[in-house]
């Protein structure tokens, strides 16, 4: 989508700073991090939110969870511990209307959320 921040960062047309890339997926860190670690994994392909997941999309579904899984790794917040955040439509706290995960570590989270 030609107006999509994030189909934009997918591209390269804006910048980002990048902490990982394939061919479907790409992670970068947020511009207003919430956590010392706070990076987003989104889809190449624009998807609009969690609702676009449908069961043909079941293997990229998989894909994002595994990079994020990965990439806790090796930003040192795996043994602390993380949260992956998917936030949907307006209830969610969805802002960007193109699918992406949260990744945030490096300080303690509360539950339940606001
Ligand atoms: P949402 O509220 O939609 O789940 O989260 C959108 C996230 O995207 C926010 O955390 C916001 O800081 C981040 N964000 C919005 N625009 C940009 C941008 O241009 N670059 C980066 N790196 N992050 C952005
Ligand atoms: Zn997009």
């Known amino acids: ?32 991090p919430q956590a010392p670690v706070h990076v987003l994994i989104i889809p190449k392909e624009h998807l609009t939110n969690a609702l676009e997941l449908t069961a043909e999309r079941t293997a990229l579904a998989g894909h994002l969870v595994v990079v994020a899984s990965r990439l806790a790794q090796q930003l040192g917040i795996a043994e602390s511990g993380f949260r ?31």
């Open 84 to 114: 992956l955040v998917l936030n949907c439509n307006e209830h969610g706290g969805q802002a960007v209307d193109h699918l992406h995960f949260h990744l945030l570590g490096g300080r303690q989270m509360n539950w339940p959320p606001g």
């Open 1 to 32: 989508m030609a107006e999509c921040i994030f189909c934009k960062i997918a591209e390269g047309r804006v910048e980002s700073q990048t902490v990982y890339e394939d061919e479907q997926v790409k992670a970068f860190y947020d511009l207003n």
